[in-house]
């Protein structure tokens, strides 16, 4: 039997879920061709081996504190293949972070810091991460400072080192990593972590748990009764110096999210658990928006509304004056830390690969917290594609929530967020192995769908974690958070940038490959050309209203104009397909009524139907006097019945005149 | 097809109005009359100039106050686009068997081209299309495709041919601005608004009622937006039967593509409609 499963990201056009009728029988056949690979099986199993034998000190080798940077060394890794003078800008920039992790990881023994920068000691092009670790003469195991540090700080996009890469050197090592589009947030982050690190900025002992429960959806429900909800309660009964404020489902909302995310309620530790916001190809949201939070104010599936901004909560909802100054994050929503660009799923899945986005991405909310110019973030935990409800359930159990919760027990003892986080990476090696011991001891016939099911989207969703900042940070929390005064001087330093770094900021190039042109010409709507106007590949294409002369231009020309005007509408039929609305309105005086952003003002809206493609139908019934006022509901389902017959036809005439086009010019 | 009656305004009558009207350009189904957008602001009510988008396409109604007069207007055009929808549908029949009798002909008198004396052995329609086609053949211009910007520098196939195609170009333009984008359409009883629809192409709808609207009234404006809706499709439908027919009648070209029989396909199914519209006069 399957059964479906819960994931918490959700498609703004539509209102629906981000990838709907996941069911564990599909799941299972894509853990079956997906195995470990034989490398990242004999890494797992390793992990696994040691986190048996000690548990003290996760990924570090025997005798070392993975507290202390001197003994566990620090490294700094840039892509190789950046250009120098983006790698001259990029070292002055963090040359505040750089200068205190080189003080502190050298203490002992200078070779304990390292920057792995530059042609030669970069991450190089297609590298994997044992290939990488062999070049200091490191093999699967635990770290060594001695040939390669424990903490390491990623540099680059995602693009030029890959989440993949992220992950499997997360597997022993504490990796963080950091990449703006701008010279001047590396700088601001940098001297974040410094005022921090070195106790210039110290926040309250104040945490936050703000859990998004909406209407007819049994994912986020989930995570706020068997995710918040225990995590919360567990931290308030065992940590009695912290302020602990848990923001119940019914407060979940944009607004106040914002009081929480530099507002005046804002913690030093920040757990949120949502839908994280999933956009289509070519839909402008999706660079800036993609896991942006999915807050209270949504309706809920059943709703099945597009999702406009006024829902969710993104990086443009930081405030300029925010005061996010040390904090730490943790974004439990899909999408949260970053998108990949091709979905791993869908092609394990369905055999073909499929483009989920331009290129692989950080997503800009932990961005803009990292960078912000009135002192930033220190570091945020997201994840990165889907997160999936199997990871607070385990084999039916539930608030399976230890993993979260040893985390942030690491953190409010100390331990810098990177060794934190070792929880998450032990649950991907101890599942990992299990998942491939299942699949390897049992035949198909006898595995059981939903066990291999959960194991697997357990096991994406603990690999997938990944930390934004520098994995060396800790919670800079005092029983007094530093003076007002104080803070705003320090604050007024982050963007006051060295000569350096402003000459250089503006011809920075970010990553090995210039991307600005991809971001700018973003098209302004998602649309599926069927390529109709492929047929007329000798001219240019149409520019899109404008009708073309018929005085100017030859036949072929308006033939080929309205081709692809024919294509592009059959496009956006198979976008629109998924619903039908009707409304009806009623005005005392119709000159005094406006049409304004699709709706009718100046009218009072009396009955709305919506037809979804499932089935699924909404309908606002007109009262009046208590009773139904038949009079306008009649109409107005007359009105419904003429609205799916008008696009019954005229879609079923769209489509045999583009067939039509297409036989005359084969 | 067009029909007028008088509308009120200001408590006296001061215009004919026609009863179907639209922004779009000449209607090719001769149901309604094109008029500027300015001159539906004239006529409008209120300040309709900024109500509605200046880029869609309005369709107005002007019915009669009487209900039983309004439904018969409604009725006669339901009545002309049924048959105007069985004229289209005749259309590939009668081409094929134009075609057909053409290629017989050809076969007996092995003859490349139309001679006066089969083209006048065709009724109107057909007689018009073969002359079109012949004007393609004998203009041999065989390096012609779909495509090729060497069309502008080529000269025109036939002055009639040119006409028709302009003609054809029109079509597609109404096509793509009436059909494939959004339309408002109104309902007036004697000069007096009842109700305003905005109508996405893909069939979402939002109508605007008058409070005052009676029973009848919401009828009309209902019935109103069928005829525009139908108007819509049946120019979408134009242009199959039109697509359908230029790869139909290529055989009896001697040279080119089914590109360069549009025009003259379109020319033959606007007279048969135009017959249609003449036998509707009539009854």
Redesign the interface.
């Known amino acids: 039997m399957s059964q479906e499963l819960f994931l918490n990201g959700i498609d703004a056009e539509t209102g629906g879920y981000a990838l709907e009728g996941i069911t564990t029988d599909l799941i299972a056949k894509v853990a079956r061709g997906q195995k470990l690979t034989p490398e990242d099986l004999r890494d797992a199993k390793l992990r696994k081996a040691l986190d048996e034998q000690k548990r003290e000190h996760f990924g570090v080798a025997e005798g070392i504190d993975d507290t202390n940077l001197a003994e566990t060394g620090w490294a700094v890794i840039f892509p190789a293949a950046l250009p120098q003078k983006s790698v001259d800008a990029l070292k002055e920039a963090l040359k505040p972070l750089l200068d205190l992790r080189r003080e502190q990881a050298s203490a002992k023994n200078e070779t304990f810091y390292k920057e792995v920068i530059g042609p030669e000691l970069g991450v190089k092009n297609g590298e994997s991460k044992n290939e990488f670790l062999k070049r200091f003469g490191r093999g699967p195991g635990p770290a060594d400072p001695d040939k390669f540090p424990y903490y390491a700080l990623i540099v680059g996009s995602p693009e030029a080192i890959p989440y993949t890469f992220q992950y499997q050197l997360d597997v022993q090592y504490a990796v963080g990593r950091i990449y703006f589009d701008r010279l001047e947030y590396y700088y601001q982050y940098a001297q974040s972590v410094v005022a921090a690190e070195t106790g210039n900025i110290k926040r309250a002992k104040r945490a936050a748990f703000f859990g998004v429960a909406n209407p007819d959806d049994k994912a986020t429900q989930m995570s706020a009764q068997h995710l918040i909800r225990p995590l919360a309660d567990e931290m308030k009964s065992q940590y009695k110096d912290w302020k602990v404020d848990v923001v119940s489902p019914e407060k979940a909302t944009k607004a106040n999210l914002s009081n929480y995310m530099g507002g005046k309620e804002t913690p030093s530790l920040l757990f949120t658990a949502s839908h994280g916001m999933n956009f289509k190809p070519g839909d402008p949201r999706l660079l800036c928006h993609t896991g942006a939070i999915l807050t209270q104010d949504w309706p809920g599936p059943k709703a099945r509304v597009p999702i406009k901004e006024d829902l969710y909560f993104s990086a443009d909802d930081i405030a300029s004056d925010a005061d996010v100054f040390g904090m730490i994050a943790f974004i439990f929503a899909c999408y949260g830390g970053g998108i990949p660009k091709l979905d791993n799923f869908y092609r394990q899945a369905f055999g073909t690969a499929k483009e989920i986005a331009p290129y692989a991405f950080i997503s800009q909310l932990p961005l803009k917290l990292l960078s912000h110019p009135k002192g930033g973030a220190l570091g945020v935990f997201a994840h990165v594609e889907r997160a999936w409800g199997a990871s607070i359930q385990w084999e039916g159990l539930q608030n399976d929530v230890e993993t979260f919760d040893s985390t942030i027990d690491a953190l409010l003892n100390g331990k810098p967020a990177g060794a934190a986080t070792e929880y998450f990476n032990e649950r991907y090696a101890e599942i990992s192995t299990m998942l491939t011991e299942e699949l390897d001891n049992t035949s198909p016939e006898n595995q059981d769908d939903i066990k291999i099911a959960g194991m697997w989207t357990s096991n994406n969703d603990a690999r997938n974690y990944v930390f934004l900042g520098d994995p060396a940070v800790r919670l800079p929390v005092d029983k007094d958070s530093t003076s007002a005064a104080q803070a705003t001087e320090i604050r007024e330093t982050i963007t006051v940038y060295p000569p350096a770094v402003k000459a250089a900021a503006e011809s920075f190039q970010p990553d090995v490959e210039d991307r600005t042109v991809l971001k700018s010409d973003a098209p302004a709507a998602a649309t599926v050309n069927y390529a109709l106007g492929d047929?007329?590949?000798?001219?240019e294409p149409a520019s899109g209203?404008e009708?073309?002369s018929?005085?100017s231009?030859?036949?072929?020309e308006?033939?080929?104009?309205?081709v692809e005007?024919?294509g592009n509408?059959l496009s956006?039929?198979l976008e629109?397909?998924g619903s039908?609305?009707?409304?009806?309105?009623?005005?005392?005086d119709?000159?005094?009524?406006?049409?304004e952003n699709?709706?009718?003002s100046g009218?009072r809206l009396r009955a709305m139907t919506r037809i979804n493609i499932d089935g699924d139908t909404l309908v606002c019934i007109p009262e009046k006097d208590g009773e139904v006022d038949t009079?306008?509901w009649n109409?107005h389902l007359?009105?419904v019945k003429?609205?799916?017959e008008?696009?019954a036809?005229?879609?079923k005439?769209?489509v045999?005149?583009a067939a039509?086009?297409a036989?005359?010019?084969k | 097809m067009h029909s007028m009656h008088q509308e009120k305004s200001s408590g006296r009558f001061k215009k004919i109005m026609p009863v179907f009207e639209s922004t779009g350009s000449s209607d090719p189904l001769g149901l309604w009359e094109s008029v500027l957008p300015a001159e539906m602001v004239h006529f409008g009510i209120g300040d309709e100039t900024n109500f509605l988008p200046t880029d869609a396409p309005i369709f107005r109604v002007n019915l009669p106050s009487s209900g039983q007069a309004a439904h018969e207007v409604l009725e006669n055009s339901e009545a002309y686009f049924d048959e105007v929808y069985a004229a289209l549908d005749g259309v590939p029949d009668r081409l094929g068997s134009l075609v057909s009798r053409m290629q017989g002909r050809q076969a007996a008198e092995d003859s490349v081209s139309f001679d006066a004396v089969s083209l006048e052995e065709e009724p109107g329609p057909e007689s018009e299309l073969l002359q079109l086609l012949d004007d393609v053949s004998k203009n041999e211009m065989v390096s012609f495709s779909v495509g090729d910007e060497s069309e502008a520098l080529r000269e025109p196939i036939s002055q009639a041919w040119l006409e028709a195609r302009v003609r054809f170009q029109s079509l597609l333009e109404q096509i793509n601005r009436e059909v494939l984008h959004f339309a408002w359409v109104e309902t007036k009883l004697d000069g007096q608004m009842i109700a305003r629809s905005q109508v996405d192409w893909s069939g979402d709808a939002s109508t605007l009622w008058s409070e005052t609207a009676s029973e009848e009234q919401k009828s009309l404006h209902h019935r109103a937006l069928r005829v525009a809706a139908r108007s819509r499709n049946l120019k979408l439908r134009l242009f199959v039967t039109v697509t359908g027919g230029a790869a139909k009648v290529t055989t009896l070209m001697s040279v080119g593509t089914p590109v360069l029989a549009l025009p003259a396909v379109y020319q033959y199914v606007m007279s048969i409609l135009k017959q249609v519209k003449q036998l509707q006069s009539i009854s």
């Open positions: 047929l007329f590949k000798k001219s209203a009708a073309v018929v005085t231009s030859g036949l072929n308006t033939l080929k104009n309205f005007k024919l509408t956006k039929a629109d397909a039908l609305e009707v409304s009806t309105y009623v005005a005392d119709l000159t005094e009524v406006k049409y699709g709706k009718y009218a009079a306008v109409i007359e009105m003429s609205a799916q008008n696009r036809e005229l879609l005439t769209i045999g005149a039509s086009v036989n005359i010019i």
